[in-house]
C-alpha cells in the first residue's frame, strides 16, 4: 500500500528523500530512528496536491487556516529532544495539524500510544484519513484546546506542542510524568524559544535549546 503512494511521482524518489536526510544530518540530527522514519514517511501525503512537489524541502508548508506542516528539521530535531531521555510509551502531541509529526511519533520504538488534539475540525479530519491510509492505529484524536492537555489519558511520558503559548501551561506540567519530557516553543510572535522542560524527582528542570518560529497556541474550537 505505502510504496504505491510513492509509485511513478518523481518528487518521492529515494534521492530527494536521501537528500532531506543529509540535510537534516548535516543541521546536527543524529537519531537513527529519527532519520529513518523522516525518510520512510510519506511527507507529501500530508499535503494538498498542489503542494505536494514541495514536500522535500527543508521548509514549512501551508496546510490551510493559516496553519503550516511544521519544517521536517524542526520535526526532527523536536522528536529528537523528545526521545533524548529514554523511552516514551505515551504520548501527548498539541497541534496536529496535517499529522505529519503525529505519525513520526507514532512510529518511533517504543511509542505504545500518542494522544494528539488539534482545535480545527477540518484540519483534524484530514489528519485522521492520512493516518489511516498509513495504518497508524495507535493514535487517539481529539478536538480541542490543547492548553489544557488531556487529563484523563495522563501521565505522559512524552508531551509535545507545534504551537507557542506565551508560557508553558501549567497543566501540561501537572500530566507529564516523573522521567517525562515536554518539548515545545514558547513566547511572543518574533521571539520565541523551543523549550524543554524534564520532571524529575527531584522538581521541574527547564532548558532553553533555540530560537524557533510557530503559529500562537489559540484558544477554543472550531467546528465546520
Ligand atoms: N505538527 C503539525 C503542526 C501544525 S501547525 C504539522 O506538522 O502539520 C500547529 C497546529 O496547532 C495547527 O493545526 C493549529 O490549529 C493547532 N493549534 C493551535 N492552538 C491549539 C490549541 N490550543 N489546541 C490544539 N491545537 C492547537
Redesign the pocket.
Known amino acids: 500500500m505505502e510504496s504505491e503512494l510513492f509509485a511513478g511521482i518523481g518528487m518521492t524518489s529515494q534521492r530527494t528523500r536521501d537528500r532531506m536526510m543529509q540535510r537534516l544530518q548535516e543541521l546536527g540530527i543524529r537519531n537513527f530512528a529519527v532519520l529513518d522514519l523522516m525518510r520512510s514517511t510519506p511527507r507529501h501525503i ?1 499535503l494538498d496536491e498542489a503542494l505536494a512537489q514541495r514536500a522535500y524541502e527543508d521548509s514549512a508548508l501551508p ?1 490551510g ?1 493559516q ?4 519544517q521536517p528539521y524542526i ?1 526532527a530535531r523536536m522528536t529528537e529532544l523528545l526521545f533524548q531521555r529514554g523511552p516514551r510509551r505515551r504520548i501527548l502531541e ?8 503525529t505519525a513520526i511519533l507514532a512510529r518511533m520504538p517504543d511509542v505504545d500510544h500518542v494522544f494528539s ?4 475540525q477540518p ?1 483534524q479530519e484530514k489528519a485522521r484519513q492520512r493516518l489511516r491510509l498509513l495504518k497508524i492505529y495507535t493514535v487517539q484524536l481529539r478536538l ?4 489544557f492537555g488531556w487529563a484523563d489519558k495522563g501521565p505522559f511520558d512524552g508531551i509535545l506542542a ?2 507557542a503559548p506565551k508560557q508553558v501551561p501549567p497543566e501540561l506540567i501537572t500530566q507529564l510524568a516523573e522521567g517525562g519530557r515536554l518539548v515545545m516553543p514558547v513566547g511572543e510572535d518574533g521571539e520565541q524559544q523551543l523549550v524543554v522542560v524534564d520532571k524529575t524527582a527531584d522538581g521541574i528542570e527547564t532548558t532553553i535549546i533555540e530560537p524557533v518560529k510557530f ?1 500562537p ?3 477554543g474550537v472550531m467546528r465546520k
Open positions: 500530508f496546510i487556516y496553519q503550516t506542516l511544521s520535526v498539541i497541534g496536529t495539524g496535517s499529522g505529519y509529526q488534539i488539534e482545535r480545527i484540519l480541542a484546546d490543547g492548553t507545534a504551537a503559529v497556541l489559540l484558544t
